[in-house]
């Protein structure tokens, strides 16, 4: 992969991921108060950041908490060839449409915690390292997810679509996901950019309804999602 489609992987990925999580937050009806010092009296705050750095891996976790409600017209990350020079097949891995996140106002989508890894080829000390691969997303998100979903990528838990079974509904720009248009989110959700040009795990995928280690891993029951 050249350096130019690494740099666009990461762009759209990382844009996707923000527009999906933070972008709605300007969806709801506020005003601005003054608080008296009484009311100021009784706010306090926690929150927790955890930075771990081992090897060729760097993970961020912040104990946030967000409630967003909104809607987004086009969500779309990693558009790139994958096919070859010769015979190209270029496409959206991700292309989200007509979102809504939460059910209303009064039924906000919840996540509680945000995840970032980013790892190299080498160590982190190192001077020669090259990035290649991002994982966010969190590990607890409660609530409805609906819209158009013509393009996925990555591995979909079916207990998020109703459905029964264990094993990961898989996707390499699939469009499984139109026949069901509602997530109803009960567990992890991460984008992993995957910046390797020799792997065939590259490009950008979902992992949803999933915990952090199944995103880091890649580890599903049933066989390797990515090779299908």
Not at 77 to 104: H, L, Q
Request: charge should be negative; glycine fraction near 12%.
């Amino acid at each position: 992969m050249k350096p130019t489609q690494a740099a666009l992987l990461i762009r759209a990925g990382l844009v996707f991921l923000m527009v999906f999580f933070l972008g709605t937050l300007s969806s709801g009806v506020c005003k601005t108060e003054i608080m008296t010092d009484t009311e100021l009296a009784l706010v306090t705050g926690q929150g927790t950041t955890n930075l771990y750095v081992e090897g060729s891996t760097v993970r961020l976790f912040l104990d946030i908490h967000m409630e967003p409600y909104g809607t987004l017209a086009s969500g779309k990350a990693g558009y790139w060839n994958r096919g070859t020079p010769d015979d190209p097949v270029f496409g959206w891995d991700m292309n989200w449409k007509n979102v809504v996140i939460g059910e209303s106002y009064d039924n906000p989508l919840v996540i509680d915690g945000l995840v970032l890894q980013v790892e190299f080829n080498h160590d982190v000390s190192a001077q020669d390292k090259s990035l290649t691969r991002i994982i966010i997303g969190t590990n607890h998100m409660k609530g409805e997810i609906s819209g158009d979903f013509p393009s996925t990528s990555g591995a979909v838990n079916p207990g998020v679509l109703g459905l029964g079974g264990t094993d990961p509904l898989v996707m390499i720009r699939g469009d499984a996901l139109q026949a069901h248009s509602l997530l109803n989110m009960d567990g992890g959700f991460f984008l992993e950019i995957n910046l390797d040009g020799q792997s065939p795990e590259r490009g950008v995928r979902a992992i949803i309804g999933y915990p952090e280690s199944a995103a880091v891993n890649m580890t599903f029951t049933g066989t390797d999602w990515w090779s299908q």
